[in-house]
């Protein structure tokens, strides 16, 4: 791209705080009309929450097994209202990954019935909708998922 007088360049710097990215200047994208005026909103820090995990029974099988989760905010208060899917993925590519909806089942305390179709070990993905409508993900590993 060649700049004429005029032109304006505006370069996108990014500070890492706590796993964030954070936009230190305006978006360059916007600046250039690649994307449009409107392309870069103000990026929102994903909320500080905090989920335990917990399954059962804790040598799991092939079958199905209990997943409890607990999540609190960052002042240690229970998050209520959050709507919770569970992806369970074999750790080798090719198997058709399992889903799982997890219910509220006391102040910030969610199960979710998850069935292991494979011995193996297994990436579970929580995909979290908070009250407020803020989107949060996290994943934890399950190995030597045993055979009956």
């Known amino acids: 791209m060649k700049l004429r007088s005029g032109n304006v360049l505006t370069v996108l710097v990014f500070t890492i705080v706590r796993d964030r990215l954070l936009?230190?200047?305006?978006?360059?994208?916007?600046?250039?009309?690649?994307?449009?005026?409107?392309?870069?909103?103000?990026?929102?820090?994903?909320?500080?929450?905090?989920?335990?995990?917990?399954?059962?029974?804790?040598s799991p099988v092939v079958g199905t097994a209990e997943v409890h989760l607990r999540l609190t905010d960052e002042a240690g208060r229970p998050v209520t209202n959050a709507q919770i899917t569970l992806e369970a993925n074999m750790s080798h590519p090719g198997m058709?990954?399992?889903?799982?909806?997890?219910?509220?089942?006391?102040?910030?305390?969610?199960?979710?019935?998850?069935?292991?179709?494979?011995?193996g070990d297994w990436v579970i993905l929580l995909h979290c909708v908070l009250p407020e409508g803020e989107k949060v993900e996290r994943q934890f590993e399950v190995t030597r998922v045993r055979a009956n």
């Open 23 to 58: 936009p230190a200047f305006a978006c360059a994208a916007a600046v250039l009309g690649t994307l449009g005026a409107n392309a870069c909103r103000p990026v929102r820090p994903a909320p500080a929450i905090s989920i335990e995990h917990e399954i059962t029974p804790v």
């Open 96 to 119: 058709t990954p399992v889903f799982a909806a997890a219910k509220e089942t006391g102040d910030g305390l969610y199960t979710a019935p998850l069935q292991f179709t494979m011995a």
